[in-house]
């Protein structure tokens, strides 16, 4: 059994930064796959970024290459998503969760993005990111 909590989430002007983290307080999240996830109101859940479990494989969705940053620190039990620049459209409830297959979908030899939502076996409650002026 793995019990997810993310923490982090605020309110934050446009070009901030954020450091999300997802930590287990039941379980090792080192024996999984961790994606982000997000969901803006009225809008479809989306995987943001996704660690393997081996940490061999990182992968982002286009929209915050350049700016987001996952992490995981297994001394800590905890993975982390860093968010630079932050702008209003990045508005969401984010919730981390974990996937004891790969968690993340090859596109192609170089490209790979977060495996669905329904892969995903254990998910945290969210936390909500505002990004607004």
């Known amino acids: 059994q793995l019990r997810l909590v993310e923490s982090g989430g605020a309110l934050v002007q446009p070009g901030g930064s954020l450091r999300l983290s997802c930590t287990a307080s039941e379980g090792t999240l080192y024996y999984y796959a961790i994606g982000w996830f997000r969901q803006a109101p009225g809008k479809e859940r989306e995987g943001v970024s996704c660690?393997?479990?081996?940490?061999?494989?990182?992968t982002y969705i286009d929209s915050v290459k350049g700016r987001f940053t996952i992490s995981r620190d297994n001394a800590k039990n905890t993975v982390f998503l860093q968010m630079n620049n932050l702008k209003p459209e990045d508005t969401a409830v984010y919730y981390c969760?974990?996937?004891?297959?790969?968690?993340?979908?090859?596109?192609?030899?170089?490209?790979?993005?977060?495996?669905?939502?329904?892969?995903?076996?254990?998910w945290g409650q969210g936390t909500q990111v505002t990004v607004s002026s």
């Open positions: 660690i393997t479990r081996g940490d061999d494989r990182l």
């Open positions: 969760a974990a996937d004891l297959g790969p968690g993340v979908d090859m596109i192609n030899y170089d490209d790979s993005r977060c495996a669905p939502a329904k892969d995903f076996d254990y």
